[in-house]
Nanobody, 115 residues
Framework: QVQVVESGGGLVQPGGSLRLSCVVSGSIFSIYTMGWYRQAPGKQRELVAKITSDERINYIESVKGRFTISRDNAKNTVYLQMNSLKPEDTAVYLC?????????WGQGTQVTVSS
């Protein structure tokens, strides 16, 4: 059974940085497309960034140039480096591991951007 565990969230001032980590266990990490999603109160969940098994990367427009997704297959970990954070980035950030019919989610980590 695939397990997905996020960490690294917290409270940060506008303009600050955070790095989120997501560790996957129970399967072969390198085959997965990994995605970072976020969900703010009263809003739909949205895909922030994803990285495929061959490291093709996509970002939503609002985070381009500020966020960087990367993966370390040796550590079964995907990262989301978030710089120049804005209040509108406040949300629960969730990690997703997807491979064909396997679609596994973590519990999420809260990111709050506020002065």
């Amino acid at each position: 059974q695939v397990q997905v565990v996020e960490s690294g969230g917290g409270l940060v001032q506008p303009g600050g940085s955070l790095r989120l980590s997501c560790v996957v266990s129970g399967s072969i990490f390198s085959i997965y497309t990994m995605g970072w999603y976020r969900q703010a109160p009263g809003k739909q969940r949205e895909l922030v960034a994803k990285i495929t098994s061959d490291e093709r990367i996509n970002y939503i427009e609002s985070v381009k140039g500020r966020f960087t997704i990367s993966r370390d297959n040796a550590k079964n970990t995907v990262y989301l480096q978030m710089n120049s954070l804005k209040p509108e980035d406040t949300a629960v950030y969730l990690c997703n591991a997807k491979w064909y019919t396997t679609d596994s989610w973590g519990q999420g980590t809260q990111v709050t951007v506020s002065s």
